[in-house]
């Protein structure tokens, strides 16, 4: 399932980084759960979160390059994301 529709630019980082100042450090998968959350799009729905957690992992790359957030660690195959410095 393609998401690229349901998102305006740099909504995605918008809402993580938020997310990350407030509750701290958190994983990709987390991160996608509460996106998805605050647009009002079905988080069981298994295709359309692992969409998610690509757009969430590629905007955080993003986000990452202008020092909004860092990657702490790798934890089973998903990244954990804090807030910037």
């Known amino acids: 399932m393609v998401s690229h529709g349901f998102f305006k630019k740099g909504e995605i980082a918008d809402i993580c980084t938020s997310h ?15 996106v998805m ?6 988080s069981s729905d298994t295709a359309l ?3 998610a957690v690509f757009k969430v ?3 955080l ?4 390059r202008r020092k909004l957030v ?3 660690a790798k934890r089973k195959g998903m990244c954990v ?5």
Request: proline residues 3%; aromatic residues 2%; glycine residues 10%.
């Open 61 to 64: 790359r993003h986000a990452r």
């Open 20 to 34: 990350l100042g407030v509750d701290g450090e958190m994983n990709t998968r987390q991160l996608a759960e509460r």
């Open 49 to 51: 979160r692992n969409s």
């Open 57 to 59: 992992v590629q905007a």
């Open 81 to 85: 994301w804090a807030p910037g410095d």
């Open 37 to 42: 959350a605050e647009r009002g799009l079905d």
């Open 70 to 72: 860092r990657m702490v």
